[in-house]
C-alpha cells in the first residue's frame, strides 16, 4: 500500500511503513551543497562545535554558481568552500573538473536508485529521475546533516501523474513538466512527492526525466520521482561512480497504494511549451505564442544543458544565423558534456551561426552573470525559472522553453516553434 517515496523514506527511516504526514528521522545517503550555500552551511556546522563530518564521501560540494569567480564575493565564497572541503577531505569538484551540481552527480554515479539525497538548492529534486528521494533544504539543516549524517522530515503525500500516448516532434521532457506545471499551477503539487508514469514516460530518456524531476519544485513539489526500468540500469550503468559499480535499489509503488490525486494527460496533445513571465506555469503551446520580439536566448543550466539538449539545439542552429539582434549563449552543463560537444562538432556549429559558448557555469540561471538581463530585455531561456528579476532587471522577461524552441528562436529574432525556421 506503499508509493515509492513513503518505501524509500520507510527503508531509510528503520521503519517498515511510513505514512504522509508521519514526522521521521531519515538517514542520508548525499548530502549536496554549492559556491553560494556552502558557506552558511559551513557557519552553521561550526557552531556545534563537531570537528569532521559525519562520512567525507557523503558529504558533495560543487564549485558551479558564480564559477569561474565573477567578483570578490564570489571568490571569497568559492576559496571558504574550497578551503573546507580539502580540510574535511569531502566529495569535492573544482572548476575545470566539474560543472552544473544537478548534471554532474548522475554523471559520476554519486547518486542513484534508492537513496535519499538532500541538497542546499532547491532543484536538488533533480535526481528523482533516477529513483531516488531526493529534495531542497536550507542551509542551516544541510550545516545540521553534515554533522549527524541524517534528517528530521514529514512523509509527503504522492500525486501520480499518468502521461498516456506517444509524443509529437520535437516534444520532451521540458515540454511535459511545463505542461504540468500550467496545469496545476505552482503550488498545486505543494509539500508532495510527484510520481509520473504512462507510455510517454517509458519512453522518454534519461534526459528527459531529469528535465521533469528537475522542475517538480516549480509545481510546490517536495520531490519528483520516477520508477525504476532498463533505462535507468543502462543510466546507472553507464555512469558508475569512481569506486566502481553500485547496486540498482529499486523500489515500486504498490499496485493498492493510496496516491492523494491521480491527474492524467493525452501527452500525443501537448506542443512544444513556453512559459511566459512571470511564472512557471503561466504556459501556452508555442503555436500561440505570438512573434514576441527577443533580445536572448539561454540554452543550458541544470534543466536543459545536457548533450541530448545541445543536440537539439545545434540541429537547428547549423547551417544558419542567430537573429542579428540576438545574443545566444550556449552553456554545456559539465565539462564531459562540453568535451562530447566539441568532439560532435556541436561547438563548431554554434560558434559558426554567431552563438556564445561558456564555460559550464550556472551563471545566468540566477542572474549571477554571463547573461545577465538589462531593463526591457526579453530572454528565451531553457533554464526553470521566469520570476520578476530572476535574470537581471526587475524590468526584464524571461520566457521558458526547451532547447528545440529556445534554438529556433535565437534565429528568428523572436518566439518561435522549430518548424518556422526549418520551413524557411
Known amino acids: 500500500m506503499a508509493t515509492i517515496a513513503e518505501k524509500i523514506l520507510a527503508a531509510h527511516s528503520g521503519q517498515s511503513r511510513v505514512s504522509p504526514g508521519e514526522f521521521v528521522r531519515v538517514k542520508v545517503d548525499v ?42 564575493p564570489s571568490a571569497i565564497q568559492a576559496k571558504v568552500m574550497r578551503e573546507f572541503a580539502h580540510e574535511q577531505g ?31 538548492d532547491s ?68 509539500y508532495a512527492a510527484m510520481e509520473f508514469h ?3 514516460i517509458a519512453s522518454l530518456p534519461m534526459d528527459g526525466r531529469f528535465t521533469m524531476a528537475n522542475m517538480a519544485i516549480e509545481a510546490g513539489g517536495k520531490a519528483g520521482i ?19 559499480p553500485r547496486p540498482v535499489v529499486r523500489y515500486a509503488t504498490d499496485s493498492d497504494a493510496d496516491y492523494v490525486r491521480i491527474v492524467e494527460f493525452d501527452a500525443s496533445t501537448i506542443e512544444p511549451s513556453v512559459a511566459f513571465p512571470h511564472k512557471p506555469s503561466n504556459t501556452r503551446p508555442v503555436s500561440q505564442a505570438g512573434s514576441i520580439p527577443i533580445d536572448q536566448v539561454v540554452i543550458g543550466s541544470c534543466t536543459n544543458g545536457r548533450l541530448s539538449d545541445l543536440i537539439v539545439a545545434a540541429g537547428i542552429l547549423k547551417g544558419r544565423k542567430v537573429h542579428p539582434r540576438v545574443v545566444c549563449i550556449v552553456i554545456p552543463a559539465t565539462q564531459r558534456v562540453y568535451s562530447e560537444a ?20 550556472c551563471g545566468p540561471c540566477l542572474g549571477g552573470y554571463m547573461g545577465v538581463l538589462a531593463p526591457g530585455e526579453k530572454c528565451v531561456s531553457t533554464t526553470n525559472r521566469n520570476f520578476v528579476g530572476r535574470m537581471g532587471s526587475r524590468q526584464s522577461e524571461v520566457y521558458l522553453a526547451g532547447p528545440a524552441v529556445a534554438a529556433a528562436s535565437a534565429i528568428a529574432g523572436h518566439i518561435a516553434g522549430p518548424e518556422e525556421v526549418q520551413a524557411q
Open 31 to 72: 548530502v549536496l551543497a554549492n559556491d553560494i550555500t556552502a558557506p552558511i552551511s559551513l557557519d552553521e556546522f561550526r557552531k556545534l562545535g563537531i570537528p569532521r563530518v559525519f562520512d567525507p564521501e557523503k558529504v558533495v560540494l560543487v564549485q558551479d554558481h558564480f564559477i569561474p569567480n565573477k567578483d570578490i
Open 90 to 120: 569531502v566529495t569535492y569538484f573544482e572548476a575545470g573538473r566539474a560543472g552544473i551540481e544537478h548534471v554532474l552527480l548522475p554523471q559520476e554515479g554519486v547518486v542513484g536508485p534508492g537513496q535519499v539525497i538532500i541538497g542546499a
Open 123 to 190: 532543484h536538488t529534486c533533480t535526481y528523482g529521475a533516477l529513483g531516488a528521494f531526493s529534495t531542497g533544504m536550507g542551509s542551516t539543516d544541510i550545516g545540521m546533516a553534515w554533522a549527524t549524517g541524517d534528517i528530521w522530515m514529514k512523509v509527503p503525500p504522492t500525486i501520480k501523474f499518468v502521461f498516456h500516448g506517444k509524443l509529437k516532434p520535437w516534444v520532451g521532457g521540458k515540454d511535459l513538466i511545463l505542461h504540468t506545471i500550467g496545469a496545476i499551477g505552482v503550488d498545486g503539487a505543494l
Open 198 to 200: 504512462g507510455e510517454a
Open 226 to 244: 520516477f520508477p525504476v526500468d532498463e533505462k535507468t540500469e543502462a543510466y546507472v550503468a553507464a555512469h558508475p561512480h569512481k569506486s566502481g
Open 342 to 361: 566539441m568532439e560532435m562538432g556541436l561547438v563548431k556549429t554554434f560558434i559558426d551561426a554567431g552563438a556564445v559558448v561558456s564555460t559550464p557555469t
